[in-house]
T-cell receptor
Framework: DTGVSQDPRHKITKRGQNVTFRCDPI?????LYWYRQTLGQGPEFLTY????????KSRLLSDRFSAERPKGSFSTLEIQRTEQGDSAMYLC?????????????FGEGSWLTVV | EDQVTQSPEALRLQEGESSSLNCSYT??????LFWYRQDPGKGPEFLFT???AGEEKEKERLKATLTKKESFLHITAPKPEDSATYLC?????????????FGTGTSLTVIP
């Protein structure tokens, strides 16, 4: 079963360090999403790609955050100069092209702890 | 503003005791309403998509229904393995329509 794959699953980093998360979507899905979730909250939208184009970014996404999807396949989310408030689970999701179904399917998430 | 509210925040049920979870939404044109199950430390697992008022979907002990203002997730004769957080999300037709707005979830505990 090749679902959405995220790596690493857990990351502990010191404040001020940079971290990068990788997401491999379901193979036929051209749409890819990044969400952030903290304890007791629902996922919050960060950014959306259609193929390699980043089409939407949330106001939550400060300039320390950058996401890429260079060849329209896997994506990376980088957080520079991490802060303790960045501690959360970062979720990647993917979906089929528009018109083929709206449902987004999530990976298992990448837990970030900033100490 | 598009908004999703789930209730109750937490629910404890005896095994076999049926109940319903609520998801109220306000959205400028509903493209779809989605239910997910989330186990601790894991990503949300897709359950159902509903597109229009009156639609119903079923899967094992779960049944999702949709009206113009809310959705219900009915759990019939739950088992301990149904314990999880259940998340509701809506996708709006407004804007680029690619954002999914999530509620904060209902944490369900089923006691043997």
């Amino acid at each position: 079963d090749t679902g959405v794959s995220q790596d690493p699953r857990h990351k502990i980093t010191k404040r001020g360090q940079n971290v990068t998360f990788r997401c491999d979507p379901i193979s036929e899905h051209n749409r890819l999403y990044w969400y952030r979730q903290t304890l007791g909250q629902g996922p919050e939208f960060l950014t959306y790609f259609q193929n390699e184009a980043q089409l939407e970014k949330s106001r939550l996404l400060s300039d320390r955050f950058s996401a890429e999807r260079p060849k329209g396949s896997f994506s990376t989310l980088e957080i520079q100069r991490t802060e303790q408030g960045d501690s959360a689970m970062y979720l990647c999701a993917s979906s089929l092209p528009q018109g083929s179904g709206n449902t987004i399917y999530f990976g298992e998430g990448s837990w970030l702890t900033v100490v | 503003e598009d908004q999703v509210t789930q209730s109750p925040e937490a629910l404890r049920l005896q095994e076999g005791e049926s109940s319903s979870l609520n998801c109220s939404y306000t959205v400028s044109g509903l493209r779809g309403l989605f239910w997910y199950r989330q186990d601790p430390g894991k990503g949300p697992e897709f359950l159902f998509t509903l597109y229009s008022a009156g639609e119903e979907k079923e899967k094992e002990r779960l049944k999702a229904t949709l009206t113009k203002k809310e959705s219900f997730l009915h759990i019939t004769a739950p088992k301990p393995e149904d314990s999880a957080t259940y998340l509701c999300a809506v996708q709006a037709r407004s804007g680029a329509g690619n954002q999914f707005y999530f509620g904060t979830g209902t944490s369900l505990t089923v006691i043997p």
